[in-house]
């Protein structure tokens, strides 16, 4: 008896492709899972539920600003170690370069000369990449650097903050930077400058509790969370129910802590309009 010959012999499977890491994303907010490529084209906003994804500061200045514009400021500086800072056995000089090879980026703030729709502007931008935007000694001279020239050639001044606040690893120094980026806006508003302010997902700590608080115009990203401490730190504390949304853009709207809520596509327009309205160059 002759056997019967599978009509699959002869024939081998080729092994599975595996699909590449990083096609894909998840939005944290509606869950939905999006192709990378897709929200990065949205200005890194999911297109099912408007959620706004951080981004660092490059893609941020190129998001912001006239395509070549952007002239970096004090591109060099880099933070000592004043403290000689140790945490579970890793240096304060060691997490920063981990985090130099992480963003591409040696400080967690980018200043520079820019156009935005052909108005010329100086702009600060926190970069939640490298050690989440805190704010150090560099970051904190580098803003009044930046606030400085805004004041010697009459421009305005943005700052788009993303951060989680003065920087533990510097200490006392870090949280000088409270008062020293203060003052230099204080400066800057008796030369009549213009400072505007942009608040976008997370905004917290010393950050918000000087410069990003103290814009002539103060600007959010919707569903930002802004404050100084964050919600689970509060309600440990006071053992109260907080309220629905509460330190969100929306509600800090609602109380006057903020004075518009504008989504990513829009904002270039609404700067340049804000430049116009006020008589920026």
């Known amino acids: 008896m002759s056997k019967k010959k599978s009509s699959w012999e002869g024939f081998s499977l080729s092994p599975r492709?595996?699909?590449p890491e990083g096609l894909w994303i998840q939005c944290p907010d509606c869950k939905e899972t999006l192709f990378k490529k897709t929200v990065e084209a949205n200005l890194n906003v999911c297109p099912n539920c408007d959620?706004?994804?951080r981004v660092d500061a490059k893609t941020r200045i190129a998001?912001?600003?006239?395509?070549?514009?952007?002239?970096?400021?004090?591109s060099l500086l880099t933070s000592s170690d004043p403290l000689d800072f140790k945490f579970r056995g890793t240096t304060y000089k060691e997490r920063i370069k981990i985090d130099e090879e992480k963003s591409d980026s040696i400080e967690a703030l980018r200043t520079g000369k820019a156009f935005i729709k052909g108005r010329p502007a100086i702009i600060a931008v926190?970069?939640?990449s490298f050690l989440m935007g805190s704010m150090g000694e560099v970051v904190g001279h580098k803003f009044c650097m930046a606030a400085e020239r805004a004041a010697e050639e009459s421009l305005p001044f943005i700052c788009v903050s993303c951060s989680g606040g003065a920087r533990m690893h510097e200490g006392?120094?870090?949280?000088?930077?409270?008062a020293k980026t203060s003052a230099a806006l204080a400066k800057l508003d008796d030369a009549g400058g213009l400072f505007i302010s942009i608040l976008t997902d997370p905004t917290t700590g010393g950050v918000s509790a000087s410069f990003a608080m103290l814009g002539d115009i103060i600007i959010a990203e919707p569903k930002a969370l802004i404050g100084f401490a964050g919600p689970r730190v509060i309600m440990q504390t006071i053992k109260i129910e907080l309220p629905e949304g509460f330190q969100r853009s929306e509600f800090l709207r609602d109380r006057g802590f903020v004075d518009m809520i504008v989504s990513r596509k829009d904002l270039r327009s609404e700067l340049a309009r804000l430049f116009d309205y006020t008589k920026q160059k």
């Open 63 to 74: 998001q912001l600003v006239d395509e070549g514009s952007f002239e970096e400021m004090d």
């Open 51 to 53: 959620h706004h994804f």
């Open 172 to 178: 006392v120094v870090s949280v000088q930077q409270m």
């Open 17 to 19: 492709k595996e699909m």
């Open 126 to 128: 926190m970069d939640p």
